[in-house]
């Protein structure tokens, strides 16, 4: 099939990958051109404005997470139907797992998925030593795909006089984003605030406006020309299963992370999904058979959280009758007895949990890890499953049965609580990295739906 498609990456983060992603999407989705986007590596919050943008789901995308043959697959999958796909980099271009290894980077879902880089360049406060750095990240490209440069907080003068410099490397000097604090999107302990958290519509109509008078649109598209094209998907995705269960996901401001190939396969799997938010509503689903308490944002909302006791009741009620349970991050605090805020007032939450929540100040686990059960409950004996840690919570009790490893020092932690219906804690997983946790999860509801009825 022919897919146009770029990675919009940068020397750094911060440099204004997500700013440029959205005004480019935003502009896409303008020209009536069949525009479907992704993020590289685990982040939830940058498809979070994607998805805003586009009115559809975005995805992730993470070469740790799965192996190149699956990236591509689903790479494959996401992108059937559509005519240009916009990929958001990571960090630093070549910074993978670790920060050395390739793995993770963005540089090398470029090279998996054949995807022509647009470099993301912060110029401020330079002129002719941005060569030097675009250069250098040249010298390092092996696969020959940074075909384009924007300058982001440049005057157009610098950019005019660093056009032909830029365009004698054999690199298109796409365009230039000026300085403009009406551009930015402020953040928070976990990186950007979410689209719900400001005011997104009048950022990205200020930010798009701008993007088409200084960037170049002819230059990107004849950038994302230069791809093979995508072969057709030599794996079918799976019809959804005839519905087993009913899984309730929590879903609202407060619980807004969540892969969207996560969901996917469980509904493969046979699961109904339903949504509820512990932030609005009274209960639990009343056909729930299951709960995915999703990450999230809890901390910010305790109050409301906390006045909402019916739900807190329900919630304990379904996890006392032995109701499986999946918690991650923001979803695990959200079990405690009780969670504090930053000036240490403390809040009574579900109370599933015998622990208290706490905010650090500092990222407490951060980064990618492999998680190994002691004993066999969600996944088959021996295997594990990958999934990443990024929390500025920390527990009194964090659990002890799994085996935490970080793939690249080989570092081991115990943590996580889980018997043979519940799997909580601060991890959070990638289900398509062992598609059988999501399988037994399913079939852990199904055995409840029967003891229900």
Avoid: W
């Amino acid at each position: 099939m022919s897919l146009k498609r770029v990675m919009i990456a940068a020397p750094k983060s911060g440099s204004g990958k997500t700013s440029v992603t959205i005004a480019l999407l935003d502009n896409l989705k303008k020209m009536n051109i069949k525009t479907c986007s992704f993020k590289c590596g685990p982040d939830y919050i940058d498809p979070l404005f994607h998805q805003n943008v586009l009115g559809i789901e975005s995805y992730n995308l993470d070469t740790f997470f799965a192996n190149e043959k699956t990236v591509k697959d689903l790479f494959k999958m996401h992108t059937k139907g559509f005519e240009f796909a916009v990929l958001e980099g990571v960090m630093g271009l070549y910074d993978g797992l670790g920060g050395v290894r390739e793995e993770g980077s963005s540089y090398h879902l470029a090279e998996v998925t054949d995807t022509p880089i647009i470099l993301v360049v912060d110029g401020k406060g330079a002129c002719k030593s941005l060569l030097a750095l675009i250069s250098g990240f040249k010298s390092f490209d092996r696969s020959n795909l940074i075909k384009g440069v924007i300058l982001n907080r440049t005057s157009e003068g610098v950019f005019r006089i660093l056009e032909p410099m830029i365009e004698e490397m054999g690199i298109k000097a796409v365009g230039f984003i000026p300085e403009n604090d009406a551009f930015c999107i402020p953040s928070r302990h976990l990186g950007l605030n979410t689209p719900d958290n400001v005011d997104f519509k009048k950022v990205i109509n200020i930010l798009s406006e701008e993007f088409a008078k200084s960037v170049s649109f002819e230059k990107i598209d004849e950038t994302a020309s230069l791809c093979k094209e995508i072969e057709p998907v030599d794996t079918v995705l799976k019809p959804s299963a005839k519905e087993e269960c009913v899984i309730a996901v929590s879903k609202d401001e407060a619980f807004c992370f969540m892969y969207k190939d996560n969901i996917r396969l469980l509904e493969e799997s046979g699961a109904k999904i339903v949504y509820f938010s512990p932030l609005r509503d009274r209960e639990i689903p009343k056909d729930a058979d299951a709960i995915l308490l999703t990450g999230g944002y809890p901390e910010e909302y305790l109050e409301v959280l906390s006045s909402n006791e019916s739900m807190l009741l329900s919630v304990k009620e379904a996890f006392e009758r032995k109701m499986p349970f999946v918690a991650e991050c923001g979803g695990f605090m959200y079990l405690h007895k009780t969670v504090s805020d930053r000036e240490n007032r403390e809040y009574n939450l579900v109370g599933a949990i015998d622990a208290k929540c706490f905010f650090t100040g500092k990222s407490v686990r951060f980064g990618y890890i492999e998680i190994a059960e002691k004993k066999s409950f969600f996944l088959p004996p021996g295997k594990s499953i990958k999934g990443h840690e990024f929390h500025y919570c920390d527990s009194t009790d964090n659990g002890k049965d799994c085996i935490i490893t970080k793939p690249v020092t080989g570092k081991t932690y115990e943590s996580v609580m889980e018997n043979e219906n519940a799997f909580i804690g601060f991890p959070h997983l990638y289900y398509p990295s062992n598609p059988e946790f999501a399988e037994n999860f399913i079939m852990k509801a199904k055995e409840f739906k029967k003891r229900k009825s």
